[in-house]
């Protein structure tokens, strides 16, 4: 399917230059405050493109600022006005949509929590047919590109034609030093089933801590995204909802400074597939380490039974089995007996620490 799409206005808002940089508070917690951080955003750097701030805000839990709601929306279409850029907000029904249009927003984002949820996307979608209003759609929580895609083409089949996409990472259950894992495949994936469509990457969500702003961003830029959603604050520790990860106009400004953009406009090209390539490296050495550590976990367990029943941490047959499974396997795939003997030994060293430590208590 090849819907319409116009995406002259995200390259118009970011001066034809990567990236386009979309930044702004979390949440819109008072007229100062939206003030504020937009002028000292704009001061702190001239690679602004547009303002963003939630009014209502979906929260994992009750009972945590649920945003300021409607009244926010003309604080932040002033502060817009005042600096002379678009603003964004996030809707998450049709009645969000009717009041973010009244208040002349000039750009609608669906958060990932909404496009999960098909029923609400389409009814968001509905409220906006015929109105030609850009619109950002973030990836689901969950790492799902057909809901991702189903929800871009809710909006394309109604008629809009400005449609960019957010990549904010995925929620995971696994640990992770990510809040949500970044996961390029997927969005790497979805540029290639849409090319024409702008991705936009939300490091804030993606890392939930300030420090990962920059490398993330930097990683975006490396992979030929072609914008930045960046939650700026004028006192991040004290803002109302998303404090660890925001960062303050200064710091932003220092961040989209020290990026390195090595694209030049708003077009994918074939460096694609070395990034596309390094994508999938990483993840298959994050999957290494993942599957690493739940063999540890095993090895622990195994500790325990040893432990219960007296027996020796190491057992000669078992090692000796173990290597000549691998070596097979090796031989199978290609890699060398070298190879696999010394990961092996590694491998088992590292399996024998972790049930020490279980039986040494
Ligand atoms: C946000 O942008 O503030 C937000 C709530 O993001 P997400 O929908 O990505 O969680
Ligand atoms: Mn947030």
Same mark, same amino acid.
């Given at each position: 399917?090849?819907?319409?799409?116009?995406?002259?206005?995200?390259?118009?808002?970011?001066?034809?230059?990567?990236?386009?940089?979309?930044?702004?508070?979390?949440?819109?917690?008072?007229?100062?405050?939206?003030?504020?951080?937009?002028?000292?955003?704009?001061?702190?750097?001239?690679?602004?493109?547009?303002?963003?701030?939630?009014?209502?805000?979906?929260?994992?839990?009750?009972?945590?600022?649920?945003?300021?709601?409607?009244?926010?929306?003309?604080?932040?279409?002033?502060?817009?006005?005042?600096?002379?850029?678009?603003?964004?907000?996030?809707?998450?029904?049709?009645?969000?949509?009717?009041?973010?249009?009244?208040?002349?927003?000039?750009?609608?984002?669906?958060?990932?929590?909404?496009?999960?949820?098909?029923?609400?996307?389409?009814?968001?979608?509905?409220?906006?047919?015929?109105?030609?209003?850009?619109?950002?759609?973030?990836?689901?929580?969950?790492?799902?590109?057909?809901?991702? &895609?189903? #929800?871009?083409?809710?909006?394309?089949?109604?008629? *809009?034609?400005?449609?960019? +996409?957010?990549?904010? @990472?995925? /929620?995971?259950?696994?640990?992770?030093?990510?809040?949500?894992?970044?996961?390029?495949?997927?969005?790497?994936?979805?540029?290639?089933?849409?090319?024409?469509?702008?991705?936009?990457?939300?490091?804030?969500?993606?890392?939930?801590?300030?420090?990962?702003?920059?490398?993330?961003?930097?990683?975006?830029?490396?992979?030929?995204?072609?914008?930045?959603?960046?939650?700026?604050?004028?006192?991040?520790?004290?803002?109302?909802?998303?404090?660890?990860?925001?960062?303050?106009?200064?710091?932003?400004?220092?961040?989209?400074?020290?990026?390195?953009?090595?694209?030049?406009?708003?077009?994918?090209?074939?460096?694609?597939?070395?990034?596309? &390539?390094? #994508?999938?490296?990483?993840?298959?050495?994050?999957? *290494?380490?993942?599957?690493? +550590?739940?063999?540890? @976990?095993? /090895?622990?367990?195994?500790?325990?039974?040893?432990?219960?029943?007296?027996?020796?941490?190491?057992?000669?047959?078992?090692?000796?089995?173990?290597?000549?499974?691998?070596?097979?396997?090796?031989?199978?795939?290609?890699?060398?007996?070298?190879?696999?003997?010394?990961?092996?030994?590694?491998?088992?060293?590292?399996?024998?620490?972790?049930?020490?430590?279980?039986?040494?208590?």
């Amino acid at each position: 399917m090849n819907p319409p799409l116009d995406i002259a206005p995200f390259t118009s808002w970011s001066g034809g230059k990567l990236p386009l940089v979309i930044a702004g508070p979390c949440s819109a917690e008072t007229e100062d405050q939206v003030l504020q951080t937009v002028k000292r955003m704009v001061a702190a750097s001239d690679g602004i493109s547009m303002i963003r701030a939630g009014v209502w805000k979906p929260r994992t839990r009750p009972n945590s600022f649920e945003g300021v709601g409607a009244i926010g929306l003309p604080w932040v279409k002033a502060a817009g006005n005042a600096v002379g850029l678009p603003v964004t907000v996030e809707v998450a029904n049709s009645g969000h949509v009717e009041l973010a249009l009244k208040n002349e927003i000039d750009v609608l984002w669906i958060g990932a929590r909404t496009t999960v949820s098909p029923f609400i996307v389409q009814e968001i979608a509905e409220a906006l047919r015929g109105i030609d209003i850009p619109v950002m759609i973030k990836n689901p929580v969950n790492p799902d590109l057909q809901l991702w &895609l189903g #929800a871009i083409e809710r909006f394309t089949q109604i008629g *809009i034609t400005k449609i960019a +996409a957010i990549h904010r @990472g995925f /929620s995971t259950y696994e640990k992770s030093a990510y809040r949500n894992p970044p996961m390029w495949e997927i969005p790497i994936e979805l540029r290639r089933r849409y090319p024409q469509i702008p991705i936009i990457v939300d490091p804030s969500h993606m890392g939930g801590t300030r420090d990962l702003i920059y490398p993330l961003s930097q990683q975006a830029m490396d992979m030929g995204f072609d914008g930045l959603m960046i939650e700026t604050h004028i006192n991040p520790d004290k803002a109302w909802s998303d404090a660890k990860q925001q960062v303050t106009p200064e710091a932003l400004g220092a961040i989209l400074r020290d990026l390195v953009v090595r694209q030049p406009h708003l077009e994918h090209n074939e460096f694609h597939t070395l990034h596309e &390539l390094r #994508a999938k490296v990483d993840r298959i050495d994050d999957y *290494i380490i993942e599957m690493l +550590a739940e063999r540890m @976990g095993i /090895s622990e367990q195994i500790g325990q039974f040893k432990k219960d029943h007296d027996l020796a941490i190491h057992q000669s047959e078992r090692w000796a089995a173990i290597v000549k499974r691998a070596l097979a396997n090796g031989k199978t795939g290609g890699l060398t007996e070298d190879f696999i003997l010394k990961l092996f030994q590694q491998i088992h060293n590292e399996s024998i620490i972790h049930q020490g430590k279980v039986m040494g208590k």
